[in-house]
């Protein structure tokens, strides 16, 4: 029996394809970064953008468990930017 896609699997379809570019130019911001600031926030936008693809791959597959490892992730990502902000301010402020 085929498998019958509908708008919604090929827009997800779509937004990963758009995703996964932004990542790899995120990858080269990562790896020619000027400065450890530069570095953090591409680190920072390939984790975000790592949520999209799970969201999208969730919304494909109709898997909602993926939506709680998203979740999870995105806790975590903020909890590192804080971090980093926290010790970069006090760095520059020495």
């Known amino acids: 029996m085929p498998v019958e896609f509908s708008l ?3 827009a997800a379809l ?3 394809f758009i995703i ?3 990542m790899f130019l ?3 911001r990562l790896v020619r970064g ?3 600031p530069d570095r953090v926030v591409a680190v920072d936008l390939v984790t975000t953008l790592a949520l ?3 969201i999208a791959y969730a919304i494909l ?3 909602p468990v993926f939506l709680n490892a998203a ?3 995105a806790v975590i990502v903020f909890l590192g930017t804080v971090a980093f902000a926290r010790y970069f301010e006090k760095r520059v402020t020495k």
């Open 8 to 10: 919604i699997h090929y």
């Open 14 to 16: 779509i937004a990963i």
């Open 20 to 22: 996964l570019s932004g």
């Open 26 to 28: 995120a990858f080269y």
């Open 34 to 36: 000027p400065g450890l």
């Open 52 to 54: 999209g693809i799970i």
């Open 61 to 63: 597959t109709g898997q």
């Open 71 to 73: 979740a999870t992730l």
